[in-house]
């Protein structure tokens, strides 16, 4: 009814009255009625909805999705999105929105987002997924009726109201400081501030024509009284603007909204507050109302001065009020407030939010407070880089470094406050960007590290003696020729790091560096002069969280130094000292450090702060008997506590107390429960055990009330010192409060069993003096007596010593064997069980920890019994009593109590847990990277020798490396691993190679007196191949698998897994580092091994951080990729004829003028990619590059000259994994380069050609490549090498009845087994392996079921049938199989350069040779026999020169076959009759390919696929790897055209030339061959029983040579289908109504592929894969075959470019979908070229796709001033001169945000102009055009999107060409003048003239005006004239 309304009233209208008619043609006017019915239609309702709110802009949010209404649930919504919704339902702004749970589960749309707020409609900026039933809701309240508009916010614009559906602005007459206060109030906003016309510019149309009358207290604008306006118009300008504020104080130009100058608001302005009248108290109440902390600095000028007035009150505020403007005020008792005096505060960060755990107040675990109440941070989805910058900027900590989520023990659920977040990371305080959304139970944690996490390092200075003077006031000052030391320190937050103190000096400054020792730095000079004079400072930097971190000093005033000098001075005696200041008059005190009145006066409080300091220790040890035993205490704020320890205590932190109590060497330790419990310290501690006070590893904070006793035993009177632990080293003993090092000469070994004993050690195992190095100072004036069974050195009798002196060298050292491990059940003390003594009792340990083989690594070390050869945890036959061992060791400990402690709540806990430890007990390797490389050692008399170079050869290499668990031997050096100490080994090893051990070995007395220095023999075996990547493409990528006994199954993960593990697992692999590594659900369980890991990422090997704990069934895969994922590139040279010579030294050499081609090549692996050619000569570096195409480039250079002399090398580089991965050639220097030459040359007969080189002349051997001395030298070993290298090879056949027939077998690992493919064998591989054994072609192949399982090498190959050996396509593994795989080889005869195996140049093998054969010595007959032998079917073409010419001598005999032999040598030869063989006349042969056929098909062509093998036909079963690319093949072998489908094959048409079987040149079947079809007989309705034909989509593109044109005759019938038929030939003919079809009129078509679509991606080039199968869309389900190459197909399919990424996801319910097995190399057209579908099953699992071009084209047009276009020329548009003008860059709305690039190209200079997208457009404005605007412009549109993952994208529009021309309005208005001048005297007489003439000449003038018209009119009018003609003439 509304379109013919409106049609009716434009009816009624001139179109003089339409002024701004947007209607301007007939066919825009025809169009009215439907675009009213469409605007009408998509009117009628949205897709999301507000109810139960009572009105339809308020409610619960609903959204309509799958036609299904249901309410709405976002993870994340704020009032952006809230926003959105109020503009998509015309409600005005967004007033509030909460999140609430509601009474019940309902199903809800999940809505993902990220609006900016400025979207039209909630899907711009946001996802919908089916989500899970929830109680959760999401509310809205939008303010209906009026709305800010144009402002800065929803608080802030031009005053619209709602009228008559739609909005108009409002007159400022018409609107009061009263209105204004209600439209604040309404929306939220608090109170008006501004209130002004024009503020925010000027509305579109009509203005509201009431007056408001609010009273102010009204809540809706449209509650208060109205009446007619009194105004008449609204003049321009006068649009109500509105400014909303909510706040009456603020703090400005502070660094966040809790500091700067204090402003207050006053008569709508902010003004500053005067120092004088603002206090402490009026503070606390502003940092209060701005939900800060407590005020921590008042000062006036604090953050500068305001401008203009002042606040004119003084308040009064009592501390407690909520608002500032709830204080009393007075009149201010100051006249004027002086300059700097504006107030400035800064209140402390409010305090709900902080870091813990994390060893400093800016690292760790996010807490919250919230209602009072402190709780870890849970944050499901939004949490980010962003969000954490926030964290950092509200604790004053710097700039977010990492971040991360993660969970916790499951087991141990937490309080925590469930946070959303919408961060920009510009915010200043956690809450401004996200909400708290309640309290939950989880496990999940959020980490944050922030950059200024270090506390601020000190820098001090002391000096040598009246080596310094404060009698300047410059400085601190040193005596020249001096000592002076400037220390560095830090207060203990995280163990080591280094120094930097850097030197600034007037023309200089120097660095100098040195590793921080307990928590500082000393920097020595020894003798100052006028160099060392400048400033110092000194920069703290340290490695922690993978990041380095710095801190650096402030600068170095003289006062502050000068107090440290006091300090120094003052430290003993104190009181004394203090005194003795007080009395001596002030020039008698000559080196008093203390020169000003300002430090006299600081000398009594600095002497009361080190009375303090000096008192006491803030550690003890209580009611253990002595004060260095018993529990561990400590004093912290003034109150001793037991000490609580979360971490692992263990003897590295006894060790410091022990040390800081000065109580020796640490003896025992234990943590147990005491009686009651007791207030406590909690310490987070990280000791390394040489820290000299227990606060420098670890901060002291609250504890709780605890059982937990933590006791430490110290020797008190003895100590080792210097050694590896506390059971070796320098015997020490305490002698007035010092220690003092003992004479060897005193002490003997029943002292030393005391010692041992006294320090919980083993029996004395080494005693001698200097071992542990000399001490310092006196020695022990006594000897030791010691009867052996004392508990205590002190305890033995002494006596005076009998000697003067200790000769140097004689300190005793001692080393104590760790008795409180041992290993049984092993068959030896160095393999078995593990246990552990612990209070006089043996019991097997029970580790709770991930034990791995650093924990083995100990307990081999402290046994003394080498290297950990293995370890493992297993379930025993009983349960038995353990020892319960809590440990954190990093591997280096050389005693299991060094790390670790005895769980004192695990006493009497029984379990069947068995930890077993094997090491290797007489052998190890020492001082390498891991286990598994270093310096030999053997044990020989309790002590490791090194063993020499001469006394040890490969075999006893591998002996040892077998031994030791390693793999093969890969380097024997000498001195490869440093030299040892001591003796060496005395005998020469004698290995076969096969010992278990090397002490099983034979051995002989060595021939050699001494082993000359640097041949202590190294050693590095390969690791163990216990851990392998599958399925990623390399080696180096892929989805971890682990062996463990013996067999391999993908790691299940006990622990999680981080990018550490993945470290070492590229490390033991030899991958470089890792990339990335991600857990995820697989497709199925699968057995696994489940891993149990510890690794801190510098570990070589994953089982010294992890081991083998259970074994399960599991879904969840482990995935790695290291960064050496790619094959090492190849490089070669080729040049034109002669072009090539290698008669000098310097290199491979090209010859001047000649082409010469670089190719650079890589293995298959991944597709696509680039190589990168660089050429460095003398004075230049150059790059070329070129994209691979089938994974080589080829840079060709036309001719050479002295230019292209120099180095050259190949970088390939490829994107994939979301990552760019590159890898380089070797160099190519000229001997490798002419050893290559030499090897090509040696191949065949490589005997007989070194004899040639032996007894030619080398003059006479005119090409030889080997041109230098060194180079003949090197012939002889070449040729042995050759000869070696062509002996064999690692593949054979066997059982075959020769050794080109039979089983395939291939050699790993020095082992022949039988070959068991894990991808289906075929041809391909055949051909390789005939080539690789140089047995002719491949004739057959077959697997069939041998009689029993056999050991096997599964082989996973991808071979292409071009490569040279089956290593090249395939990688081997461990297997069983009774599997077989036969081949069998022509042997003697192949067809090469050919299509296939059935078609080529027929080449015979000779004297180890291929030759050529003469076409005259070879005829049908030959050629049937040489097809049989090829399992071909019968010859089809026999033909000189049809596939090329051979090199090299032919065949010299002529065949005379009978044509049943099987094989050709069969045949009977004789001499041929040729003297030569003419050239183009080596034979060619094509067999035709009989062993497949389709039957029951109704054709020839179609049916069901049956081969022939074995002389049967059967039809063919090829399981989920059939698909589109083998029925091309087997249509292609029938000569049946194009493959349809894979059951159905037509034989009538086929599309050729085109990118895919969907487009090209149409070619129908006509008398067994393939014709054109003439553009002229074939039609659109053709055209669509084509595409059906062909299973393509519907016909999109139609024309005559659009593929090119075919060869020979075209089809002679016109085609007449209806559009119905389903096959082209079941359409109607005709006789062809031409004669001729001229050139360019062969039809192409192009058929649509619609089979496949991306959805929910924001573009038709992003989303979830979907496929039409049946008629019907599913999303698409792969399994393990999708990658990376399926996505490529499916982009290129959707001409949407490249892929960009792909992934697999788990959805949240299961859907049906159809089952796609892809096998896709990258390279199709289309999905259906390289895959199967399959039945439609049930899956959670998702496919998403990513292509380059997501993004639409944008547009671009142009717009200018009135007048200033003309578009009266062709070559394009213009503007006018010194007009503006605005080219407008635009896009439809895809993704938010994004900016525009406008590209403009002149005719010598080339700009880029960028500006931000709003509402997805930019306008460029040009304010004067002139002729440097003249050109060409384009815009690209660039928007970044996180998807599958985060990338630029971009698109580019068509080009705009713009000229600038000279204004032509003047000359155009004087033309108009002139004719209408011209004009108006003729027209008056011609109407009389015409009014009076008779009829006749009526007729006449009429004919006259018609030819006129005609001359005028187009072909249209002139043809109306004559029909006006006739009429009159018939009349």
């Known amino acids: 009814m509304v379109p013919e309304i409106l049609s009716m009233k434009a009816d009624k209208l001139n179109e003089s009255e339409v002024f701004y008619s947007p209607v301007e043609t007939q066919s825009e006017r025809e169009m009215l009625p439907v675009l009213m019915l469409v605007v009408m239609f998509w009117s009628t309702g949205s897709d999301v909805r507000l109810v139960d709110g009572g009105s339809r802009c308020a409610g619960r949010v609903e959204m309509k999705h799958q036609e299904e209404w249901r309410r709405l649930y976002s993870y994340i919504w704020n009032v952006k999105q809230a926003a959105v919704v109020c503009r998509e339902l015309d409600c005005g702004s967004a007033v509030s929105t909460r ?238 407030c002086s300059p700097g005096s504006a107030v400035g505060l800064t209140c402390s960060e409010s305090s709900d939010v902080r870091l813990l755990d994390g060893g400093s107040r800016c690292a760790g675990r996010v807490e919250m407070k919230h209602q009072e109440e402190w709780r870890q941070l849970f944050n499901r989805f939004t949490w980010n880089m962003e969000t954490a910058a926030v964290v950092c900027r509200q604790l004053e900590c710097g700039s977010a470094v990492s971040t991360r989520g993660y ?65 300047q006031q410059q400085g601190l000052q040193v005596f020249r020729d001096h ?97 003795c200041f007080k009395s001596t008059p002030q020039s008698e005190v000559f080196y008093s450090p203390v020169e000003t009145q300002s430090e006299r006066e600081m000398l009594p409080v600095l002497m009361l702060v080190v009375m303090f300091w000096s008192t006491g220790s803030d550690v003890r040890l209580v009611d253990g008997g002595s004060r260095c035993a018993g529990r561990v205490e400590m004093k912290h704020q003034e109150e001793w506590r037991q000490l609580y320890s979360r971490d692992y205590w263990n003897m590295k932190h006894a060790a410091v107390v022990c040390r800081q109590l000065d109580c020796g060497s640490a003896v025992s330790i234990r943590k147990y429960d005491g009686d009651e419990d007791r207030p406590t310290w909690s310490f987070e501690s990280d000791c390394a ?78 005693l001698q003096g200097a071992l542990y190095g000399e001490g310092k100072g006196p020695l022990w004036d006594k ?178 490396c077998r031994q030791l668990g390693c793999g093969a031997p890969s380097v024997l050096q000498g001195a490869l691993y440093g030299e040892g100490k001591g003796p060496l080994w005395d005998k020469e090893f004698q290995c076969g190679g096969k010992e278990s051990r090397l002490l099983a070995c034979d051995t002989s007395d060595s021939g050699r007196n001494t082993c000359s220095p640097g041949s202590a023999v190294g050693l590095t075996c390969s690791e163990s191949s216990d851990v392998r990547l599958l399925d990623g493409g390399s080696r180096c990528a892929g989805r971890v698998e682990m062996k463990h006994q013996e067999e391999w199954r993908q790691l299940y993960s006990w622990s999680t897994w981080v990018m550490e593990h993945a470290a070492v697992v590229c490390r033991q692999l030899d991958c470089g580092s890792a990339v990335s590594t991600r857990e995820y659900g697989g497709d199925e369980h699968r057995p696994a091994w489940g891993f149990e890991s510890d690794c801190a990422g510098t570990e070589s090997d994953l089982r010294k951080c992890g081991h083998v704990r259970f074994t399960t069934n599991s879904s969840s895969v482990v995935e790695v990729i290291c960064s050496d994922l790619l094959f090492q590139p190849g490089i070669s040279l080729s040049s034109s004829m002669l072009g090539v010579s290698q008669d000098q030294q310097q290199g491979l050499q090209v010859f001047r003028d000649h082409s010469f081609t670089i190719t650079c090549s890589i293995q298959p692996q991944y597709p696509g990619g680039s190589f990168h050619l660089t050429f ?178 599964e082989f996973g190959s991808t071979c292409a049938g071009t490569e040279s050996a089956l290593r090249e396509c395939g990688r081997v593994y461990e297997g069983i199989s009774g599997d077989v795989m036969e081949v069998i080889c022509s042997e003697s005869v192949r067809l090469v350069e050919g299509a296939g195996w059935c078609s080529g140049r027929v080449e015979v093998r000779s004297d180890e040779s291929w030759v050529s054969v003469c076409e005259a010595d070879f005829d049908r007959m030959d050629a049937e026999v040489v097809c049989r032998e090829l399992g071909c079917g019968a010859p089809s073409v026999l033909q000189g020169a049809l596939y090329g010419e051979g090199k090299g001598p ?308 142009l717009s200018s001033s009135m007048l200033g276009v003309s578009q009266d020329q062709q070559q394009g548009l213009q503007v006018f001169r010194d007009h503006s003008f605005t080219i407008t860059c635009s896009i439809q709305p895809q993704y938010p945000g994004g900016s525009f690039h406008l590209t403009f190209t002149g005719s010598n200079t080339t700009l880029r102009h960028t500006l931000t997208g709003v509402h997805h457009s930019a306008n460029f404005l040009f304010p004067a055009a002139d002729h440097a605007h003249q050109g060409n412009y384009s815009c690209v549109y660039e928007v970044y999107i996180i998807s599958i993952i985060s990338h630029n994208f971009t698109s580019e529009s068509e080009l705009l060409s713009l000229t600038v021309a000279a204004n032509p309005l003047p000359a155009f208005i004087i033309r108009v003048v002139v004719v209408l001048l011209t004009l108006l005297t003729p027209s008056t007489a011609l109407y009389l003239y015409f009014k009076t003439t008779r009829k006749p000449a009526e007729r006449e003038s009429m004919e006259l005006v018609s030819l006129h018209s005609s001359a005028e009119a187009g072909p249209g009018e002139e043809r109306a004239a004559q029909r006006m003609e006739q009429e009159e003439s018939a009349v």
Not at 1313 to 1331: E, G, I, T, Y
């Open 689 to 766: 055990g040489t820290e000299s006070d227990l606060r420098e590893c670890g901060p002291v904070g609250e504890g709780y009330n605890s059982l937990y006793v933590a006791e430490v035993i110290c020797s008190e009177s003895v100590r080792l010192v210097e050694g590896a632990g506390w059971c070796s080293g320098r015997v020490e003993v305490r002698s007035d409060q010092s220690w003092v090092s003992v004479c060897e000469a005193d002490f003997d070994r029943l002292d030393a069993e005391v010692v041992c004993r006294q320090l919980g050690c083993g029996a004395p195992s080494v």
């Open 99 to 336: 999140e609430y749970d509601g009474d019940e589960d309902r199903p809800v749309w999940e809505f993902v987002s990220d609006c900016a707020g400025t979207e039209s409609d909630l899907r711009e900026c946001g996802h919908v997924w089916d989500g899970v039933n929830t109680s959760s809701m999401v509310e809205v309240i939008c303010s209906e009726s009026v709305r800010l508009v144009e402002g800065a916010g929803w608080c802030s614009g031009r005053v619209e109201v709602r009228s008559d559906q739609s909005w108009v602005s409002v007159c400022e007459a018409d609107f009061d400081r009263l209105d204004a206060e209600v439209v604040c109030r309404q929306l939220g906003c608090g109170a008006p501030s501004v209130l002004q016309g024009a503020l925010y510019g000027e509305g579109k149309g009509p203005l509201w024509d009431k007056e408001f009358q609010c009273g102010g207290k009204e809540s809706r604008l449209l509650d208060c009284d109205t009446s007619d306006s009194g105004r008449n118009t609204c003049s321009p300008g006068s649009a109500v603007e509105l400014t909303c504020i909510s706040e009456s104080v603020r703090l400005v130009e502070g660094a966040g909204w809790c500091s700067g100058r204090v402003e207050v608001r006053s008569d709508e302005s902010w003004v500053s507050v005067c120092e004088a009248d603002f206090d402490r108290l009026d503070a606390e109440v502003v940092c209060r109302q701005l939900g800060c902390g407590a005020p921590s600095a008042l000062q006036g000028a604090l953050y500068g001065e305001g401008k203009g007035p002042l606040w004119d009150k003084e308040f009064q505020c009592g501390g407690k009020e909520s608002r500032l403007l709830d204080c009393d005020t007075s009149d201010s008792a100051r006249n004027t």
């Open 1176 to 1353: 460095t000569g003398s004075n230049t570096t150059l790059t070329h590059t070129l994209t691979a195409v089938n994974h080589s480039a080829n840079f060709l250079f036309p001719a050479a000259d002295h230019t292209h002399q120099g180095n050259y090398s190949c970088v390939y580089e490829v994107y994939v994994f979301s990552h760019n991965f590159t890898s380089e050639t070797n160099p190519l220097p000229a001997f490798i380069i002419r050893v290559v030459v030499v090897l090509l040359t040696l191949l065949t007969p490589s005997t007989a050609l070194y004899l040639c080189f032996k007894s030619t002349p080398q003059s006479e051997v005119f090409y030889s490549p080997v041109e230098t001395q060194s180079e003949r030298e090197m012939l002889p070993v070449l040729m042995l090498v050759v000869m070696f290298w062509s002996t064999g090879s690692d593949v054979r056949l066997v059982d075959g009845g020769s050794r080109c027939a039979g089983r395939v077998e291939i050699k790993h690992q020095e082992e022949w087994r039988q070959l068991d493919s894990m991808v289906p064998w075929s041809m391909k591989q055949a051909v390789v392996v005939c080539r690789q054994l140089d047995c002719g072609s491949a004739v057959s192949i077959r697997k069939y079921d041998g009689d029993e399982d056999r050991p096997a090498w």
């Open 1450 to 1757: 032919l065949w010299d005999k002529e065949f005379q076959c009978g044509g049943k032999e099987s094989r050709l040598l069969d045949c009977d030869t004789s001499d041929s009759a040729r003297n030569t063989c003419s050239p183009g006349s080596a034979v060619g042969l094509t067999c035709s390919g009989s062993d497949v056929r389709l039957v029951d098909g109704g054709s020839r062509c179609a049916g069901r696929v049956e081969m022939k093998h074995q002389e049967e036909w059967r039809q063919l079963d090829s399981g989920s790897t059939w698909s589109m690319e083998h029925a091309a093949v087997v249509c292609k072998q029938l000569d049946c055209g194009s493959a349809v489908s894979t059951r159905k094959y037509r034989e009538s048409v086929r599309l050729v030339e085109g990118a895919g079987w969907c487009s090209g040149r149409v070619e129908v079947r006509s008398d067994e061959s393939w014709v054109s079809v003439c553009e002229a007989d074939f039609d659109r309705l053709d055209a669509e029983v084509v595409c059906r034909q062909l299973g393509c989509g519907a016909p999109s593109v139609l024309q005559g040579a659009l593929y090119g044109e075919g060869k020979g005759p075209l089809w002679d019938k016109e085609f007449q289908c209806g559009g119905k038929e389903s096959r082209l030939l079941d359409c109607d003919t005709s006789d062809s109504a031409r004669n001729t079809c001229s050139p360019g009129s062969a039809v192409g078509l192009t058929c649509s592929g619609p089979n496949v679509r991306l959805v929910d991606g924001g573009s038709r080039c992003a989303g979830r894969v979907e496929i039409k199968h049946q008629e019907e869309w599913r999303q698409l389900y792969s399994g393990s075959t999708w990658n990376t190459e399926t996505a490529a197909v499916v982009c290129r399919q959707l001409d949407c470019g490249s892929a960009v990424s792909t992934r697999g996801y788990e959805d949240d319910k299961y859907n049906p979908v159809w089952k796609f097995e892809s096998e896709c190399a990258g390279t199709e057209s289309a999905l259906r070229e390289c895959g199967k579908i399959h039945k439609g099953i049930h899956t959670s699992t998702v496919w998403e796709v990513t292509c380059s071009d997501l993004l639409f084209q944008p547009g671009i047009s």
């Open 783 to 960: 000897e030791f007596q010691c009867g052996g069974k004392e508990s205590r050195l002190l305890d033995c009798d002494t006596s005076d010593s009998g000697r003067n002196t200790c000769s140097p060298g004689s300190a005793v050292g001692l080393t104590c064997s760790g008795s409180d491990v041992r290993l049984v059940d092993g068959g030896s003390r160095c393999a078995g069980r593990v246990e552990i003594k612990h209070q006089e009792e043996w019991r097997q340990l029970y580790s709770s920890d991930y034990w791995s083989m650093k924990y083995a690594a100990i307990v081999c070390r402290q046994l003394d019994c080498g290297s950990a050869v293995s370890t493992r945890v297993y379930d025993g036959d009983e349960d038995r009593p353990t020892w319960g061992f809590k440990s954190d060791c990093a591997g280096t400990e050389s005693d299991l109590r060094e790390c670790g402690y005895v769980l004192e709540e695990f006493n009497g806990f029984n379990t069947s847990l068995i930890v077993e430890v094997i090491c290797s007990e007489s052998v190890r390797l020492v001082e390498g990277a891991g286990l598994c490389s270093g310096r030999v050692e053997v044990r020989s008399d309790e002590s490791w020798v090194s063993v020499c170079e001469a006394d040890f050869d490969r075999l006893d290499a591998e002996v040892v």
């Open 483 to 579: 000592s002076f030391t400037i220390t560095c320190s830090i207060q203990p937050q995280y163990p080591g790091g280094s120094f930097h103190l850097t030197f600034t000096g007037s023309n200089t400054t120097l660095t100098h560096t040195l590793t921080a020792v307990n928590h500082s730095a000393n920097f020595l000079f020894p003798a100052a002069d006028h160099t060392h004079q400048g400033n110092y400072s000194c920069v703290y930097e340290v490695y922690v969280f993978s990041h380095n971190f710095t801190s650096e000093t402030n600068p170095l005033p003289a006062f502050i130094i000068r107090v440290v000098v006091v300090l120094l001075t003052l430290l003993t005696p104190s009181t004394a000292l203090y005194l």
């Open 407 to 471: 969970d916790g023990d499951e087991n141990r659920r937490h309080p925590a406050w469930w946070f959303e977040s919408d961060c920009a990371g510009t915010e200043s305080a956690l809450r401004e960007c996200g909400h708290l959304k309640g309290g939950v139970n989880s496990s999940s944690m959020v980490d944050v590290i922030c950059s200024d996490l270090l506390f601020q390092p000190g820098i001090s200075l002391s000096s040598s003696m009246l080596g310094v003077s404060q009698d």
